[in-house]
């Protein structure tokens, strides 16, 4: 038994211990035992949960409305790492002021940034999106279809990346990416990013951007991106998706073409 002194004693650190982490706590709360309680009690996935949410509270055919809904949902109901809507502005302008006529995107999840990405398309453009996780990659094809973006425009490929993107010229006839983004396991952010250097596809001008650089974090990816000399970096200041006071930022790699 800790005698009451001891506990007193070590009061005051503990406080300030749950004050400093408190984010961190929420965090961990909301997208591991909200998360654990929901699969006990409805027996299907968190996915699908968010899935089903949508089904019944958006409109068909709108990705505005999808996204809102889904928005709505991570925040207040259980939580999803889309990318969300703040940091989902910074994606939104660099594709306004880009206008990529062949994306990627690494890590899918449910598509909520497929369908963020998809929405901001030139015409004629074509997204290709790659998920590993077979039962991610179901739900996503179906908020992707629901938000009304056919196979021409986003491509769903349900494999890991460092098996897609050696292939993508072959398999896929991509000649060029024009921009890339990157949201599945960071530890594969720098091996994916030397892949497709080696690649070819990308030309000079073609923007890589790659979220959650602080928040994980990706230092191995930014110590290469800042020191290879093949990109011009800007990291892009911002907070975790959904949680407030968690330091999150998004990096923006410019290719600068290869020496
Ligand atoms: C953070 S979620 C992506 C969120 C999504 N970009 C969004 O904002 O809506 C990461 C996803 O990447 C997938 N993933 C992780 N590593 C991968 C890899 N090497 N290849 C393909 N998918 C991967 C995971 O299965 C997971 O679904
Ligand atoms: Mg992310």
């Given at each position: ?21 408190r ?44 996204l809102?809904?889904f ?88 494999q ?48 890589i ?16 991106a ?34």
């Open positions: 038994m800790v005698s009451p002194a001891i506990a007193l004693a070590f009061l005051p650190m503990i406080l300030t211990l749950i004050i400093r982490y984010y961190y706590f929420v965090l961990f709360y909301r997208a591991v035992l909200v998360r654990w309680v929901q699969d006990c009690l409805t027996g299907i996935s968190r996915e699908e949960r968010a899935f089903q949410y949508i089904l019944t509270h958006a409109t068909p055919g709108n990705p505005d409305s999808i809102d809904t928005d709505y949902w991570c925040s207040k109901v259980e939580f999803i790492s889309n990318i969300g809507p703040k940091k989902g502005l910074i994606l939104d302008r660099l594709l306004k002021e880009t206008c990529p006529l062949t994306v990627l995107e690494l890590g899918t999840h449910c598509g909520y940034s497929a369908v963020r990405i998809a929405r901001s398309l030139p015409v004629g453009a074509r997204l290709y999106s790659v998920e590993m996780d077979q039962r991610n990659a179901q739900v996503a094809e179906k908020i992707i279809r629901l938000a009304g973006f056919d196979d021409d425009t986003v491509e769903l490929i349900v890991p990346s460092d098996e897609v993107i050696p292939r993508l010229r072959e398999d896929y006839g991509v000649e060029r990416l024009d921009f890339v983004f990157m949201d599945h396991w960071k530890r594969c952010y720098l091996p994916d990013l030397q892949l497709l250097e080696g690649s070819g596809l990308l030309g000079e001008g073609s923007i951007l790659a979220d959650n650089v602080i928040f994980p974090g990706a230092p191995n990816f930014l110590r290469h800042r020191r290879s000399g093949l990109y011009e970096l800007r990291v892009h200041r911002a907070t975790l998706e959904y949680i407030r006071g968690i330091r999150d930022g998004m990096a923006e790699l410019v290719f600068l073409g290869l020496k």
